[in-house]
């Protein structure tokens, strides 16, 4: 038996699993990454089309559906001569018949409606609203479907579009039905969104932020989005001129904001079957983009890593009266999500870590070099912690709401922490490294109502005064990566 054109692209597939995907080490490789997967579901969508072309244009050598056409349409004609009962008894086997072969040899289709030339729906498989209804009449006169078979196609494509007889987002297929060499009649191959939206809800190679999205021309979403919990098709529309020019340039790579206002790394392309352009864009965020570099590549960002912050000024701190302490101690954590200020001091040797949940809750950590993170085995509190926040605080879209900032005065654990947070599948634009290698120690001070952060500084030179900052912007280490020269030329393309 012949494969279809998608049993080969899975079989194709299959050997291209076999082969490595490369870790991205550069805007170049995610590019790279993007734009294989966005050629592999480009191919997969059109080797389903061209199956559904094929399905449909088997009909022509079907006498089964050709004879039941001609039955089916001389039934209607008895039916108005009021000799119905003779009709239905010598189609009543014929339709059973044509059941079975719509389940062996038009199984991709929804349904399969069978048209006259005066526009009569005269039968249908699932004999759904549309079962003896007119095309050229109240709301289906105002359908696409209607408008094509107007034109008398010898073979068209109906694009998607809600369809209220179904209550189902629908495209078509139309084939010709001659007698003679000339057209009588139609058949109208349903097709269904669901197979495709299931083709581009495989996330495979995307990593925890990239998504394949499927677009028509007038910019709604054809496929649900991987981040939103309702459905997307045709619910949402992009209006951007962002789309107008990819439709303009059809193919090309691009950084982008995108429908959630987030920067991303784009591939995109437009194709195109019948009169109908679809638009399939690859996608990733740009943070984990940025992620992923400094994961393969840690030792070329240690200036980044561990440039100083900038502790010019002093900020008086300033807590209502009603705010209640909460004290972190060497090897501890604490909790905060009320009227509350966290803090620890004595940072010297030692690291501390806000993990923060903006209004809704907080965990300050003063890590000692016992902790996993400088090398010890006495404790090993971000991962304890992260693990009470994922089972208990939060769900798994909501990961990237956190925030981190770790407070430090030496090296020693810097990157042991940013290690741990990466494999927590956290993002560099999530971390907020403030370290100064001038200081002695530092005191850390957070408060939950206002979302303020303070940290005191007890400079090694000035060791009776402390200079303390309040640190208003956050200012991430993906930021610090993303704005490198190196990186210019590529957010530029």
Request: net charge negative; hydrophobic share 35%.
């Amino acid at each position: 038996m012949a494969l279809s054109a998608c049993q080969i692209q899975d079989e194709k597939e299959k050997i291209s699993n076999t082969e490595e995907t490369g870790c991205i080490r550069t805007y170049e490789d995610a590019y790279k990454l993007i734009t294989n997967v966005r050629t592999e579901r480009k191919e997969k969508i059109e080797c389903y089309i061209e199956d559904l072309i094929n399905q449909a244009k088997s009909v022509h050598d079907d006498t089964l559906m050709r004879d039941f056409f001609f039955k089916q349409m001389k039934c209607v004609d008895l039916e108005q001569e009021n000799n119905s009962d003779n009709a239905k008894k010598s189609l009543s086997q014929s339709e059973k018949n044509i059941l079975i072969d719509h389940v062996r040899n038009y199984n991709l289709f929804y349904d399969i409606l069978f048209i006259n030339k005066d526009g009569c729906i005269f039968h249908t498989i699932l004999k759904q609203k549309d079962y003896r209804k007119n095309l050229w009449m109240d709301d289906l006169a105002r359908t696409e479907l209607s408008k094509k078979i107007k034109q008398n196609p010898v073979r068209d494509f109906v694009d998607f579009q809600y369809y209220e007889c179904s209550d189902e987002y629908s495209a078509f297929i139309v084939e010709p039905v001659y007698e003679n060499k000339t057209i009588v009649g139609w058949y109208a191959f349903q097709v269904a969104i669901n197979k495709i939206n299931n083709l581009l809800s495989d996330y495979k190679n995307l990593l925890k932020t990239g998504e394949v999205l499927l677009v028509n021309k007038e910019q709604y979403f054809m496929c649900d989005s991987r981040f939103e919990t309702t459905s997307a098709i045709f619910e949402e529309k992009i209006s951007n001129d962002n789309l107008l020019m990819k439709f303009k340039t059809r193919s090309g790579n691009s950084i982008v904001k995108d429908y959630r206002g987030k920067s991303v790394l784009t591939s995109f392309e437009v194709f195109s079957f019948f009169d109908t352009d679809w638009l399939i864009t690859a996608k990733i965020d740009e943070d984990e983009v940025v992620t992923e570099i400094y994961r393969n590549n840690p030792e070329k960002f240690t200036e980044e890593l561990y440039s100083p912050v900038n502790v010019s000024g002093n900020t008086p701190i300033l807590f209502d009266e009603t705010n209640r302490f909460v004290a972190v101690d060497m090897d501890e954590y604490k909790r905060i999500d009320t009227n509350e200020v966290v803090f620890t001091k004595s940072i010297y040797t030692c690291t501390g870590v806000l993990i923060n949940y903006p209004g809704r809750f907080s965990y300050l950590l003063h890590l000692s070099p016992e902790d996993r993170v400088y090398g010890g085995n006495k404790t090993d509190l971000i991962n304890k912690v992260l693990e009470n926040i994922y089972y208990k605080e939060i769900k798994e879209i909501e990961k990237q709401n956190l925030k981190f900032t770790v407070i430090a005065t030496t090296k020693d654990a810097v990157a042991g922490i940013v290690d741990q947070l990466i494999e927590n599948d956290i993002l560099l634009s999530q971390i907020e490294i403030v370290f100064n290698p001038h200081a002695l120690f530092a005191d850390f001070y957070y408060d939950f109502k206002d979302n303020n952060r303070y940290v005191s500084w007890q400079l090694k030179d000035q060791e009776k005064n402390y200079l303390t900052n309040k640190l208003e912007v956050f200012r991430s280490l993906g930021q610090k990566i993303q704005k490198q020269e190196k990186f210019v030329k590529h957010n530029t393309r």
